[in-house]
């Protein structure tokens, strides 16, 4: 839809998933917000591309809130499924009420050894079952499923994953050279550029709502729920809506 438009649409595989690789054995495999977002923005450069409309849901929503909060001048806009979603070790040390508590039950298997070793024997039933909590409604086939469960059969990908959920807790340190970005993420900045929000009326997994996060975007904003039992997967589950609203941020 958006390539029939004329827009050059690049789907990007984040560090750990599908043919991502690392240069060095050496290098720490660090899923902490800021190295992904660096990621992107070198993908970029690469690319030679100046500036992007960013658009993601999960860990590509918040890749995107980074660029467009850290780098605004790479960012034409954004569509962010789930809304604000940048947060620190700091201020995850909180904790929440307990049915919230509850859905983050994954987050605390993987600081365990035994989560580690669960998420690498099973990570293919793991995801599907994640899936399935997370949208609830979607009636998705193994076919589906199994196309998008060819990216977690990457040498990295659980050890990115763990250190992800682990950073998030303060389990482990990240690396130093991004401390800088941390400590602004840390402050919670507001993003500036036009933005879209988006959420399913039917998002099992946990989300913020969207009211405790509109005061963060200070520039062009709107929100949409979408509905008809749209699940956590927004873009795969509503790709017709994820799209418009690409083509309505970029307008």
Known sequence: MLASAG????IPYLRGYGTTRFLASETPRNG??????????ALMDALKIERAILAGYDWGARTA???AALWPERCKALVSVSGYLIGSPEANKMPLPPQSELQWWYQFYFATERGQLGYEK???DFNKLIWQLASPKWHFDDATFD?????????DHVAIVIHNYRWRLG?????SKYDEYEKRLAAAPEIAVPTITLEGDA???PHPKPSSYAQKFSGKYSHRTIKGG????????????FAKAIFDVDG
């Open 7 to 10: 827009y050059r649409v690049i």
């Open 65 to 67: 809130n980074i660029i």
């Open 122 to 124: 099973n990570r293919h």
């Open 203 to 205: 998002n099992g997994a």
């Open 147 to 155: 196309r998008s469960a060819a990216s977690f059969n990457n040498p």
């Open 32 to 41: 902490q917000q800021s190295a992904l977002a660096v990621d992107i923005i």
């Open 230 to 241: 749209i699940g956590h997967n927004l873009p795969q589950e509503a790709p017709q809506e």
């Open 171 to 175: 389990l482990v340190e990240g690396e």
